[in-house]
């Protein structure tokens, strides 16, 4: 079988792979393959073909053999030839379908809420494009040859040097550049520490994991997939109440803003948190979720900068930046670097080398500052702008977890969070309800209750969101 790619760098903008093997000469075949290629939309309407002479070099073929199939499509109307052009697919010759065959359809786009006002995600709008393409232009030009080689499972030392540098200034952590290892998020990063369940995977050791008796199902189903028995700790108005861990040897807390039930833990816990780790040999996972947007207190450092020996830091750029650039650290002690990185296993889970440099960038040349400045700002009119139409429309709904963070939590009457959330859904108003945060073998419940996102809708749209979700809460 005779085959070739057809470069598209210097002539037609997209690779083309011609199969010239089959029945009839070699005329024929070529003919056969291009019908074929414009047929299946290969070579879409006003597509530029090579020159004869390169294609015949491309395809092994003399070069009147192209001249005379280009020709032959031209008279039976799926090319075009103008003097200066070239020859082009003729804008006529859409992909036709298949005798016997059903279409080929692209998968329908998920029809999402509305108006969505989820716990997750930030405002995709606001994502600083320009000063982003001016740091991934500024590290591309100034990457060394290596940058684009198999690279280093801990990730580029410059965006680990960046992120000591960064850490230390606005969240305490104490750490330095050998101690960071560049994940894709927060979700991989407890994939890398528990791994897949069998004898020996993991960081982390085994045994059960005490956890917040709220927080992602979604994380605790990655744990229960690995192998790992969560155990969840009550919560109050102090955060996790840890003098309820007993015999784990790990506990993931997010200290800094419970999600989601809000507020951080309390000086005293942090404190008793770190005791039972030494006493125990145990370790703390934080999760510092929401560590950069406060709006009406002091910031609260993380809790590493309590003992870097005994708590694991992870964090992401998915709520300060985007969840598309899909980059996050782990900040460990000296026993977990060497398991982590061997964890990391294929450079294909890897997380992108141009990302990091432009990272890296991003943050030495304040511009990740100036950002998150601007979203803090931004973030705390829209809470504003929520406790304010609930004051007005809905005054008997108290509001929690306000603080800081990109949600909050809507106390509702008992029995009520179930219809409502329906009541939004039949409105186009995307909602989570408390419940759907607990976990399974939890103690205690929080009541009934609403998680509202008020980071996701656009600028342009939050004030009809805002309208949407006053007008199904339940009434006193």
């Not at 104490?174 to 290892?181: F, G, L």
């Not at 997939?225 to 993931?252: C, Q, Y």
């Not at 969070?417 to 607990?438: C, H, M, N, P, Y």
Request: proline share 8%; charged share 25%.
């Amino acid at each position: 079988m005779k085959e070739s790619w057809v470069n598209s760098a210097e002539r037609i903008g997209a690779d083309l792979h011609l199969d010239v093997s089959g029945p009839g000469g070699r005329r024929a075949a070529v003919i056969r393959a291009l019908r074929e290629a414009v047929r299946d939309g290969r070579l879409a309407p006003g597509t530029r073909l090579p020159p004869y002479r390169s294609l015949a070099a491309d395809l092994g073929v003399a070069r009147n053999t192209v001249a005379d199939a280009y020709a032959e499509l031209v008279a039976e109307g799926w090319l075009t030839a103008r003097q200066g052009s070239g020859t082009r697919v003729a804008e006529r010759a859409a992909p036709l379908r298949r005798a016997g065959r059903a279409p080929v359809r692209a998968p329908a786009r998920a029809c999402g809420p509305r108006h969505d006002l989820r716990q997750g995600t930030p405002d995709a709008s606001a994502f600083p494009r320009a000063a982003w393409a001016a740091s991934y232009r500024r590290a591309l030009q100034a990457a060394p040859s290596d940058a684009f080689g198999p690279g280093d499972p801990a990730g580029r030392r410059e965006l680990r040097e960046a992120l000591t540098e960064y850490l230390a200034r606005a969240r305490g952590v104490r750490t330095a550049p050998d101690r960071i290892v560049i994940c894709s998020g927060f979700a991989h990063a407890l994939r890398l520490l528990f791994g897949s369940g069998g004898p020996g995977s993991g960081v982390v050791p085994r045994g059960p994991l005490a956890v917040e008796e709220y927080g992602l199902g979604f994380h605790r189903e990655l744990l229960a997939a690995a192998g790992v028995r969560t155990v969840p700790l009550p919560l109050d108005e102090h955060g996790a109440r840890v003098t309820g861990l007993g015999r784990e040897r790990a506990v993931l807390l997010t200290p800094a803003h419970q999600f989601p039930t809000g507020g951080p833990l309390h000086p005293e816990r942090r404190a008793a948190v770190i005791d039972w780790a030494r006493a125990r040999g145990g370790v703390v996972l934080e999760d510092d979720y929401d560590g950069e947007f406060r709006y009406d207190r002091r910031p609260v450092g993380a809790l590493q900068g309590l003992d870097p020996e005994r708590v694991i830091h992870i964090g992401s750029v998915s709520k300060s930046l985007s969840p598309a650039l899909r980059l996050g650290w782990m900040v460990l002690p000296e026993r977990y670097v060497g398991p982590a990185l061997a964890a990391k296993g294929e450079r294909e889970a890897w997380a992108s080398v141009p990302d990091q440099l432009a990272l890296a960038d991003f943050i030495g040349s304040g511009s990740y500052d100036r950002h998150v400045r601007r979203m803090r700002q931004r973030y705390r009119r829209r809470r504003d702008r929520l406790v304010e139409a609930l004051a007005v429309h809905a005054p008997h709904i108290e509001v929690t977890g306000v603080a800081a963070g990109l949600h909050a939590v809507l106390r509702l009457p008992p029995g009520t969070e179930r219809s409502t959330v329906k009541a939004a859904a039949w409105q186009g108003i995307g909602l989570d309800g408390l419940s759907a945060f607990r976990h399974p073998q939890a103690a205690t419940a929080a009541g009934d209750g609403l998680v509202v996102g008020y980071a996701t809708p656009p600028e342009h749209a939050y004030g009809a969101a805002l309208d949407g979700l006053c007008g199904v809460l339940p009434p006193r």
